[in-house]
T-cell receptor, first 112, second 115 residues
Framework: AQSVTQPDIHITVSEGASLELRCNYS??????LFWYVQSPGQGLQLLLK??????LVQGIKGFEAEFKRSQSSFNLRKPSVHWSDAAEYFC??????????FGTGTRLLVSP | ETGVTQSPTHLIKTRGQQVTLRCSSQ?????VSWYQQALGQGPQFIFQ???????GRGNFPPRFSGLQFPNYSSELNVNALELDDSALYLC??????????????FGAGSRLTVL
């Protein structure tokens, strides 16, 4: 069965500092991988997705993620964090784009 | 283009009652999926509806049921509510499930509290 592990429950980053959120997945075939962000009172917003091709994918809001098959990882990165990036981030894996298995999320706190 | 809207935003029920949650899909989308997000957890797939038929189901008991209407709006019904059903219920719409290029558009959710 597919599974996703986000080992960091909370991360605090200073504004302007770089960010990396970790995601490891378990899936037998080539996965479809996603990062979503959820702000309080909001639904999930897609940041980026990977399903084939270049292993470094660019998303919205200056985020990028790198697919590493050998490590079963799909870590999310941002070079300079803004206070508005404070939210909960979810990594997800799916056979397609729509029936997804999510991780437990990482809550990002941004300090001034 | 309108997004996905869900109602009600919050509701409180008691154990054993029944609840209906509603979802209006994004304009042009014909597929609806429902997810349950318990506190501190990621969303879990409940089921998906396409052309008014259930098109895949997660590990949820039969007391979780759904409907999709001809206008592609949807309902999630939960019977015999249990305390563990307390969660944020997310609806997501998309285009044809067989099209790999389509992604989910989520609503803001309905927060259900069962006392």
């Amino acid at each position: 069965a597919q599974s996703v592990t986000q080992p960091d429950i909370h991360i605090t980053v200073s504004e302007g500092a770089s960010l990396e959120l970790r995601c490891n997945y378990s899936y037998g075939a080539t996965p479809y991988l996603f990062w979503y962000v959820q702000s309080p009172g909001q639904g999930l917003q897609l940041l980026l997705k990977y399903f084939s091709g270049d292993t470094l994918v660019q998303g919205i809001k200056g985020f990028e993620a790198e697919f590493k098959r050998s490590q079963s990882s799909f870590n999310l990165r941002k070079p300079s964090v803004h206070w508005s990036d404070a939210a909960e981030y979810f990594c997800a894996v799916g056979e397609g784009f729509q029936k997804l298995v999510f991780g437990t999320g990482t809550r990002l706190l941004v300090s001034p | 283009e309108t997004g996905v809207t869900q109602s009600p935003t919050h509701l409180i029920k008691t154990r054993g009652q029944q609840v209906t949650l509603r979802c209006s899909s994004q304009s042009g989308h014909n597929t609806v999926s429902w997810y349950q997000q318990a506190l501190g957890q990621g969303p879990q797939f409940i089921f998906q509806y396409y052309r008014e038929e259930e098109n895949g189901r997660g590990n949820f008991p039969p007391r979780f049921s759904g409907l999709q209407f001809p206008n592609y709006s949807s309902e999630l019904n939960v019977n015999a509510l249990e305390l563990d059903d307390s969660a944020l219920y997310l609806c997501a719409s998309s285009l044809d499930p067989g099209s790999g290029a389509n992604v989910l558009t989520f609503g803001a959710g309905s927060r259900l509290t069962v006392l």
